[in-house]
Nanobody
Framework: QVQLVESGGGLVQAGGSLRLSCAAS????????MGWFRQATGKEREFVAA????????NYADSLKGRFTISRDNAKNMGYLQMNSLKPEDTAVYYC?????????????????WGQGTQVTVSS
């Protein structure tokens, strides 16, 4: 089982950028797909982005394409989410997740491990 810890959240003004990090434990992280989801207060958790085991395939929520970039460094057991041109509606708790099936899936039921989340707040 992979364990995940997110970091990098915080308060940023609209138009700014943040880079979230996801530190993974376990020797098998390199074989897992990885994803980011977010949940705003009073809303359901939604898919943000995913990346396959090798980093060669990515998948994004249509509304976020062009602003967010997912990446990973298997040598460091790390995943990342670069967020640019942030908007107040991006305010949410962001969760890192890992999937044993290894692909860049957007379905939350495909993910076996979840982090505790990191808060991102974008002020207007």
């Amino acid at each position: 089982q992979v364990q995940l810890v997110e970091s990098g959240g915080g308060l940023v003004q609209a138009g700014g950028s943040l880079r979230l990090s996801c530190a993974a434990s376990g020797r098998t992280f390199h074989s897992y797909g990885m994803g980011w989801f977010r949940q705003a207060t009073g809303k359901e958790r939604e898919f943000v982005a995913a990346i396959n085991w090798s980093g060669g395939t990515t998948n994004y929520a249509d509304s976020l394409k062009g602003r967010f970039t997912i990446s990973r460094d298997n040598a460091k057991n790390m995943g990342y989410l670069q967020m640019n041109s942030l908007k107040p509606e991006d305010t949410a708790v962001y969760y890192c997740a890992a999937s044993r099936i290894g692909v860049a899936t957007s379905s939350p039921t495909d993910f076996n491990s979840w982090g505790q989340g990191t808060q991102v707040t974008v002020s207007s």
